[in-house]
């Protein structure tokens, strides 16, 4: 087994993009499994920085290794992967030539390493670059139509780190601490890499680490003055300790123990409080009444692109399909919850139509619901609501400011 330095970060590489590629499995359980056999912080932040590249450029990657072999190599060749991962080193991370070689030819032996071997010095030598915009996949741009051109320059890195705050007025004071800038009251973003456990107020649990997006949802249900909400499908906890923060009286519901606990932490770091029901959304009978309920519905997660570009090649027709039908159960279970007067917010981050347009189109179809359209004054500047008043961003929005990620929120009241 080589021992080179930087081998087992390039070894936990093509674990990660084998089990995203051929089975299907998210990038987060990918590396959980992969980076097992990873020590060092540092190591780990490779390997992951690797894949991350390889999959965000997948498909320029793809077509260079078509344009230096003669017989196409098959999607799952090992040699295909292989070259992914040698490729986005040395065009994205300026991992040197030879580095490349020597820490990944030994993941390959006899022909597909001597292949791989020609395939990556000929593209060298030719002095290939990559284009200056991600491409996307022929099924992601048909997918996402005419936003996928705008979308594609806000894959071209990794996000920067937004953080929402506690007390949002503490915006300013806590920017100019932290180095950071807000693109809306309680919202501050950092750079990339930023050690977040070491900045001030983490360990006070002054603030979370929320995407913008994400933050969009419970703002827009307002103030809660004591009020009762029910954030379903609440865990990890960001819109749970978002609404708690702005003073509602919040029941959070998941189905996940081990997410529930992550919730538990958050909720002890943070000092929030919030009543936390371990249960299955669609088997649950409340036994009390809320003023709103949030639901922030499992999906396909592609608004999450940026950080997590597994989706952009695991997602397809079937898993938006089941998808779409686990959100009608859960929309069905919310809205029979709701007391005349109350307020639905349904979110997904998810860019496809299916799961966010299309089902806020059959809420207005199937319930005794009234939209409340969403004003461009409850939104952070730069962001627009749609003419149906709903709100739908996505990475190429805000992309000034380094975008944000893709969500769908439409608000209702119960009639
Ligand atoms: C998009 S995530 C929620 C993220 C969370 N709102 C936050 O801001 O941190 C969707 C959640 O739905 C939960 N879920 C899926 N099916 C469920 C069900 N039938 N009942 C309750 N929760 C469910 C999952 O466990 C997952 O935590």
Redesign the pocket.
Known sequence: MPTAPGFPARRAALKSLDAVMRRGETLEQAEAAALKGVDGPADRALARAIIGESLRWLTDLDLLIDSATKKRLPDDAKPRSVLRLMLAQALRLGTPPHAVIATCLPLLTGGPRRLAHGVFSTLMKREVTLPDVPTLSDAVLTRWGNRAETIAPGLIDPPEVDLALKNAEETEARALEMGGISLADGHIRLPRGTPIEKMPGFAEGAWWV?DLA?QLPPRLLGNGEGKRAL??????????LSLAARGWNVTA????GK?LEM?RENLKRTHIEAEVVK????T?HPAKQFDAILL????T?TGTCRRHPDVLHRIGPRAIGEMTE?QQS?IHQAVSWLPSGATFVYA??SLEFEEGEDQARWIDETFDLEPVPITAEELPAGLQPTKEGWLRTHPGMLAEAGGLDGFFIGRWRKL
């Open positions: 929320q994400a954030d379903l499908c609440a865990a990890p906890g960001g819109k749970t519901l998941d189905i996940s997410r919730l249960a299955d959304a669609l649950y922030d519905a499992p999906c997660a686990i859960l997904v981050c």
